[in-house]
């Protein structure tokens, strides 16, 4: 009974780390510069949309160069510690204590980058102009009521909150 309440706990854990991480679909990575896909990756589609200078293009190019060094020097802190955690949760007595510390540190990492994330759109924002930001608010307003078109029940499926 104890060991299938440890494979359980452990599946539970690897789940909502999965979750957390959210959806890695085609054109779903926010931080890595893709041809297709978000906005601040594809950088021609940017310029088209926005009406970008090529100073502007080759400033944006630069900021997503730096941010993606930054935030790949994190997911490679990031790795080992999920395996670490993969590791504590097989176990035949879990520590929990030592889970949680490791689960502290991966979500400690996992704040890191959504702090670069944010850093990264503040960057490249401030390299607009007024009627750049205004274009830029209304698209990604469309693109929201496109993905929810395409997910009407949130970014999980579920009209409520996991407990």
Do not use: W
Not at 70 to 78: A, P, V, Y
């Amino acid at each position: 009974m104890k060991k299938v309440f440890v494979y359980a706990l452990a599946l539970t854990l690897v789940a909502s780390v999965a979750f957390a991480q959210g959806p890695k679909g085609k054109g779903q990575c926010c931080d890595m510069p893709m041809k297709k896909g978000p906005i601040f990756g594809d950088v021609e589609r940017l310029k088209q949309v926005l009406g970008l200078s090529d100073s502007q293009v080759d400033k944006i190019v630069e900021i997503n160069s730096l941010y993606e060094k930054r935030m790949l020097d994190i997911r490679e802190k990031l790795a080992p510690k999920m395996i670490q955690l993969k590791k504590l949760l097989l176990e035949d007595e879990v520590d929990i204590n030592a889970v949680r510390a490791k689960l502290k540190e991966i979500g400690d990492l996992r704040i890191e980058l959504h702090i670069l994330r944010i850093q990264h759109v503040m960057d490249i924002e401030k390299q607009l102009n007024k009627d750049q930001l205004k274009k830029l608010k209304a698209y990604k307003q469309m693109e929201m009521q496109r993905m929810e078109k395409i997910r009407p029940h949130g970014p999980m499926g579920f009209d409520e909150p996991m407990m």
